[in-house]
């Protein structure tokens, strides 16, 4: 164990954050899980104990990640992208259906269901910030660098919003910002941007979930004229955080968990708010700003851009999904299958969750740790 916890590198205050938020996560998982637990006839333990070996399992993953160098998820992304675009394709045929929705497809002999939308926001991040750090010296081409980037962005949206779209279009936001970053030309920004517009509308009107997507716009859009079967979730979502008050109903207090169709996942944020009040709410805000600011320190210090567009991407990512759920949740976004980054129950979006982080903790252990210039010799630190 001491050998273990000599060789944790990279940002310590990252570190402190995924405790801080494995913490928090195993009491809102473990309060908000008992109607669950009351309906499949199982102790509430049952559930708590799962999500724990899950954050233990994500730690491992994490340590692993954080210590293999960077620069060798440049060659993994290439074959992350070749897996990940034909198992898209199985999801949508083969996988499970939930809800009308085909995201999970079964890992055999372990009861686990794993979501290719989190393997494609791995592969695609890395395989973005490999081929815009390479291709520095002739970004603006068109046929060498834009039409590559741009089929590999359009073609994983369009696979994961047939069925899940808040997924992709968070995915394709973090695409943008990496192709900002990158130096794109903003002429060739705005034509990426027309082809997922053109895509988003074609999966909205015409898409396999074309009813559900419509419906919870509108349903968003005019509040006034939903039918209560429709605005359920996001009602009870905010009764929750109105009757949290400022200081909340304490620890395992929560009622409306009771009346949240998933409490523990696509709206643990208002059991949260609930039980810990408005200081919990902001609470959380500031920890997922305060994970920002760090990864943009390591961004800016970063030595390579392969590693600085890796950090910046993942970071987008994790981020951007956390303050997408917490906006569902208080009623400024639409409904959607968003989890809270390493808080809400989850299977396999846990350990991806963790492998981001622990890329990104790769990246700032190349900062941290001193590089050894041979003179004559003697071995220099600098």
């Known amino acids: 164990m001491n050998q273990i916890l000599s060789n944790v590198k990279g940002d310590r205050w990252i570190w402190l954050i995924v405790i801080l938020l ?17 309906i499949k006839g199982k102790a509430n333990e049952t559930y708590l ?49 939930v809800n009308d929705a085909s995201r999970w497809i079964s890992i055999p002999g372990t009861g686990l269901t794993f979501q290719t939308s989190d393997l494609a926001k791995l592969a695609l991040i890395t395989y973005l910030a490999r081929t815009l750090s390479r291709k520095q010296e002739n970004i603006k081409d068109v046929k060498q660098s834009f039409i590559p980037i741009m089929g590999s962005v359009c073609v994983v949206f369009i696979l994961i919003a047939l069925a899940n779209l808040s997924t992709a279009l968070m995915l394709f936001g973090v695409s943008i910002l990496l192709l900002i970053i990158g130096r794109i030309s903003i002429k060739q920004i705005a034509v990426v941007c027309l082809a997922g517009a053109l895509l988003l509308t074609g999966v909205i009107f015409l898409g396999p979930r074309r009813q559900t997507y419509v419906s919870r716009i509108h349903a ?12 359920f979730q996001s009602d009870h979502s905010k009764i929750a955080i109105a009757t949290g008050g400022v200081l909340g109903k304490g620890p395992g207090n929560s009622t409306e968990r009771n009346y949240l169709p998933h409490p523990y996942s696509d709206f643990i944020y208002a059991t949260i708010v609930e039980e810990y009040g408005l200081i919990g709410g902001i609470a959380l805000v500031g920890i997922y700003l305060f994970l920002l600011y760090r990864c943009i320190k390591i961004v800016t210090k970063a030595p390579k851009a392969f590693g600085a567009l890796l950090a910046a991407g993942l970071s987008f990512s994790l981020t951007i999904q956390a303050f997408a759920n917490m906006a569902v949740a208080v009623g400024l976004g639409p409904v959607t299958g968003v989890p809270l980054p390493l808080v809400s129950m989850g299977g396999t979006s846990i350990l991806f969750t963790s492998v981001a982080f622990g890329i990104i903790l790769s990246v700032s252990r190349d900062i941290d740790e001193p590089k050894k210039v041979v003179v004559g010799e003697i071995s220099v630190a600098r």
């Not at 009491?27 to 899980?33: G, R």
């Not at 968003?220 to 605005?231: I, V």
């Open 22 to 38: 494995s913490i928090l996560s195993l009491l809102a998982v473990y309060s908000s899980t008992g109607t669950l637990a009351y």
């Open 49 to 97: 104990v799962k999500h724990m070996a899950m954050l233990f399992g994500g730690l491992a993953l994490m340590y692993i990640s954080h210590r293999i160098d960077y620069r060798y998820y440049a060659g993994i992304s290439k074959i992350l992208m070749v897996i990940t675009i034909p198992l898209l394709l199985y999801t949508l045929v083969f996988g499970n259906h």
């Open 220 to 231: 968003f859009m005019h509040p006034e004229l939903a039918t209560a079967d429709k605005s």
